[in-house]
């Protein structure tokens, strides 16, 4: 049962007692907390960490504190469990400008405050916590800064290292690398078999429950929190992975959702079976960045997710903590490569600077490259980076993507676009080079009588439309769908399948609605030329149309001869496609007179 809670705002801090001694303190934020891609399914958020109490000669000792987020309600939380004159030992597994903020505060409340970190960790550590928030240009100065208090004692963990409490608790602390996370450290107690593993395992959902009701209740959470994070970094991914199997787990708690205490080992299987369309893909893109404020990597993020929805590989750089063995690797090996940085002081990173004289030197002009980040008040890396690149020789794939402070919905979106439009555009170049080599005969695929039965399976034009959030956060979204079906009677539903590259797919998750227009024979030319043009990544998809709305407010198209609203209840990966089931919700017929438009094809290999 939860301890007393602590509120601030729409946030609140519940205590979770775990075992004697050792009680988790969670975070709960019900709405959206931040624009970044991995929060796209809007379901809210929790921060976990995890307090080991003092007992005599044992200090109080915190894994995986939360970012300044949680500030107001975490603070009054932990000071009930640990008098500010108490010794409290910290354990940083996640080091950004965020959790620094929080840091300071436990600095100036906890004296005698001591910050265990991994290498990394503690070069950003070092990096972050006399740092401040850029002034604006020509800004009015608003007296003296408040003072910062010093860097605490700080235990740097170089391999592996454990921490031996008398009151039996042993806490081994795992280095955890990852270009995202060059400063990741998990935290393993043994008597529990409790792996406090931060970033890995994590979903975004607002939940007080302490863990999961059973394995598929999270699973589209955590195979969303993975593609968004996770894909970019797959062979890192698997060397974690590999490390924690050796060790005698019994539940995993991550820094965000509900732990993992029955079907932990099914989820670590479910990881590497995740990576495997990554690691076979035979296209890929190098992602270089570093990020000061979160905000590039953030982009990176955005990008990464829409390229590696057409199932290229994206294998994430952080220049700051890579050697350059391995970034001349990546970028000799690669099929494009996108660079991003911020700007501080007027300037690019050194890192960045270094790694742009890199793929200056070593890069294949024939490959297409992008350019991407954030500025506050100047953007003068941007335009370096630019400068150099076209001045090099180098085509670029897209227009450079410049974004003041941090995206917001409709910008990350359009990012997200952006990457997919560039995976395609890569796929379809390899295509050309295939069909070339074969001297421009017919495919095996398209050949196979299988395949060419498979065509002869029709099934109606319709029209998906779906739009999600309001005001300047709203996002909108549609597709010609002509594989549909009805599914179930009772209640009644139908079944959709959505290809893994569509701009829609990311607005069709469990619990959101759309609208499904089914197109009148004779009267399909219209819809059909409005939503098959290609777009550009971001454009709106309904400009210029005169649309109703459903009773959930969903587009309409007027000239449809009937139209479902629909909520997606499940989700069945099937190869390139997500195959989505809803119920629908509400419906009309608008023309009875007419007869359903359906889709004849001549091979199973296409539309």
């Given at each position: 049962?939860a301890?007393?809670?602590?509120?601030?705002n729409d946030?609140?801090?519940?205590?979770?007692?775990i075992?004697?001694?050792?009680?988790?303190?969670?975070?709960?934020?019900?709405?959206?907390?931040?624009?970044?891609?991995?929060?796209?399914?809007?379901?809210?958020t929790?921060?976990?960490?995890?307090?080991?109490?003092?007992?005599?000669?044992?200090?109080?000792?915190?894994?995986?504190?939360?970012?300044?987020?949680?500030?107001?309600?975490?603070?009054?939380?932990?000071?009930?469990?640990?008098?500010?004159?108490?010794?409290?030992?910290?354990?940083?597994?996640?080091?950004?400008?965020?959790?620094?903020?929080?840091?300071r505060?436990?600095?100036?409340?906890?004296?005698?405050?001591?910050?265990?970190?991994?290498?990394?960790?503690?070069?950003l550590?070092?990096?972050?916590?006399?740092?401040?928030?850029?002034?604006?240009?020509?800004?009015?100065?608003?007296?003296?800064?408040?003072?910062?208090?010093?860097?605490?004692?700080?235990?740097?963990?170089?391999?592996?290292?454990?921490?031996?409490?008398?009151d039996?608790?042993?806490?081994?602390?795992?280095?955890?690398?990852?270009?995202r996370?060059?400063?990741?450290?998990m935290?393993?107690?043994?008597?529990?078999?409790?792996?406090?593993?931060?970033?890995?395992?994590?979903a975004?959902?607002?939940?007080?429950?302490?863990?999961?009701?059973?394995?598929?209740?999270?699973?589209?959470?955590?195979?969303?929190?993975?593609?968004?994070?996770m894909?970019?970094?797959?062979?890192?991914?698997?060397?974690?992975?590999?490390?924690?199997?050796?060790?005698?787990?019994?539940?995993?708690?991550?820094?965000?959702?509900?732990?993992?205490?029955?079907?932990?080992?099914?989820?670590?299987?479910?990881?590497?079976?995740?990576g495997e369309t990554?690691?076979?893909?035979k296209?890929?893109?190098?992602?270089?960045?570093?990020?000061?404020?979160?905000?590039?990597?953030?982009?990176?993020?955005?990008?990464?997710?829409?390229?590696?929805?057409?199932?290229v590989?994206?294998e994430?750089?952080?220049?700051?903590?890579?050697?350059?063995?391995?970034?001349?690797?990546?970028?000799?090996?690669?099929?494009?490569?996108?660079?991003?940085?911020?700007?501080?002081?007027?300037?690019?990173p050194?890192?960045?600077?270094?790694?742009?004289?890199?793929?200056?030197?070593?890069?294949?002009?024939?490959?297409?490259?992008g350019?991407?980040?954030?500025?506050?008040?100047?953007?003068?890396?941007l335009?370096?980076?630019?400068?150099?690149?076209?001045?090099?020789?180098?085509?670029?794939?897209f227009?450079?993507?410049?974004v003041?402070?941090?995206?917001?919905?409709?910008?990350?979106?359009?990012?997200?676009?952006?990457?997919?439009?560039?995976?395609?555009?890569?796929?379809?170049?390899?295509?050309?080079?295939?069909?070339?080599?074969?001297?421009?005969?017919?495919?095996?695929?398209?050949s196979?009588?299988?395949?060419?039965?498979?065509?002869?399976?029709?099934?109606?034009?319709?029209?998906?439309?779906?739009?999600?959030?309001s005001?300047?956060?709203?996002?909108?979204?549609?597709?010609?769908?002509?594989?549909?079906?009805?599914?179930?009677?009772?209640?009644?539903?139908?079944?959709?399948?959505?290809?893994?590259?569509?701009?829609?797919?990311?607005?069709?998750?469990?619990?959101?609605?759309?609208?499904?227009?089914?197109?009148?024979?004779?009267?399909?030319?219209?819809?059909?030329?409005?939503?098959?043009?290609?777009?550009?990544?971001?454009?709106?998809?309904?400009?210029?149309?005169?649309?109703?709305?459903?009773?959930?407010?969903?587009?309409?198209?007027?000239?449809?001869?009937?139209?479902?609203?629909?909520?997606?209840?499940?989700?069945?990966?099937?190869?390139?496609?997500?195959?989505?089931?809803?119920?629908?919700?509400?419906?009309?017929?608008?023309?009875?007179?007419?007869?359903?438009?359906?889709?004849?094809?001549?091979?199973?290999?296409?539309?």
């Amino acid at each position: 049962m939860a301890a007393p809670t602590a509120v601030a705002n729409d946030r609140r801090v519940i205590q979770l007692p775990i075992e004697p001694g050792l009680v988790c303190l969670r975070g709960l934020s019900p709405k959206r907390l931040r624009f970044e891609v991995e929060y796209g399914l809007e379901r809210g958020t929790t921060a976990n960490s995890f307090l080991f109490l003092p007992s005599g000669d044992d200090p109080a000792l915190l894994v995986h504190p939360p970012g300044n987020t949680f500030a107001e309600p975490y603070l009054e939380a932990l000071a009930s469990l640990v008098p500010p004159h108490t010794r409290l030992q910290v354990v940083v597994g996640h080091t950004n400008p965020n959790r620094v903020q929080l840091l300071r505060q436990l600095a100036q409340g906890w004296p005698r405050l001591e910050l265990i970190s991994s290498n990394p960790g503690a070069q950003l550590l070092r990096e972050l916590w006399d740092q401040r928030k850029p002034t604006p240009p020509g800004a009015a100065a608003a007296g003296e800064p408040e003072a910062l208090p010093p860097l605490p004692p700080l235990q740097v963990v170089r391999g592996e290292a454990e921490l031996q409490r008398a009151d039996g608790h042993n806490i081994q602390l795992l280095p955890t690398p990852t270009p995202r996370w060059p400063g990741g450290l998990m935290a393993f107690e043994d008597t529990s078999g409790l792996l406090m593993s931060g970033k890995f395992f994590a979903a975004h959902l607002c939940s007080e429950a302490w863990a999961e009701a059973n394995r598929s209740s999270t699973e589209e959470d955590r195979r969303y929190f993975y593609d968004c994070l996770m894909a970019p970094m797959v062979r890192q991914v698997e060397a974690v992975l590999d490390r924690i199997d050796e060790l005698p787990i019994r539940t995993i708690a991550p820094g965000h959702g509900p732990a993992i205490a029955e079907s932990w080992r099914s989820l670590l299987v479910d990881y590497r079976r995740w990576g495997e369309t990554q690691e076979r893909a035979k296209l890929s893109v190098a992602l270089l960045y570093a990020s000061a404020y979160g905000n590039t990597a953030a982009i990176a993020d955005g990008l990464a997710q829409g390229v590696a929805r057409t199932g290229v590989r994206v294998e994430s750089i952080n220049c700051e903590f890579t050697p350059t063995e391995k970034l001349l690797e990546a970028i000799r090996g690669c099929d494009a490569v996108l660079i991003g940085s911020p700007t501080l002081g007027g300037h690019a990173p050194t890192p960045i600077v270094s790694a742009l004289g890199t793929l200056l030197a070593e890069g294949d002009r024939a490959k297409p490259v992008g350019v991407f980040g954030s500025f506050g008040w100047s953007g003068e890396a941007l335009d370096l980076l630019e400068s150099k690149l076209r001045d090099g020789g180098f085509r670029f794939a897209f227009e450079p993507i410049k974004v003041k402070f941090s995206p917001d919905a409709a910008t990350l979106k359009t990012i997200e676009e952006t990457g997919t439009a560039l995976g395609r555009q890569l796929q379809s170049e390899q295509r050309k080079a295939q069909r070339r080599a074969s001297g421009g005969g017919l495919s095996e695929s398209r050949s196979n009588p299988a395949v060419l039965a498979l065509g002869r399976v029709v099934g109606s034009l319709c029209v998906l439309t779906t739009v999600k959030g309001s005001g300047e956060s709203q996002l909108s979204g549609a597709m010609v769908a002509s594989w549909v079906s009805q599914a179930s009677f009772s209640p009644p539903g139908l079944t959709v399948a959505v290809a893994k590259d569509r701009a829609v797919e990311a607005l069709l998750h469990v619990g959101d609605a759309f609208a499904i227009n089914v197109l009148a024979s004779g009267r399909e030319t219209g819809p059909m030329k409005q939503f098959l043009q290609p777009f550009a990544p971001g454009a709106d998809r309904f400009a210029g149309l005169e649309l109703e709305q459903s009773p959930g407010g969903l587009p309409v198209l007027p000239e449809a001869l009937a139209w479902l609203e629909c909520t997606v209840k499940q989700r069945m990966e099937c190869g390139d496609h997500w195959l989505l089931y809803a119920e629908a919700k509400a419906g009309a017929v608008l023309d009875a007179a007419a007869t359903t438009a359906v889709h004849q094809r001549r091979s199973g290999a296409n539309y």
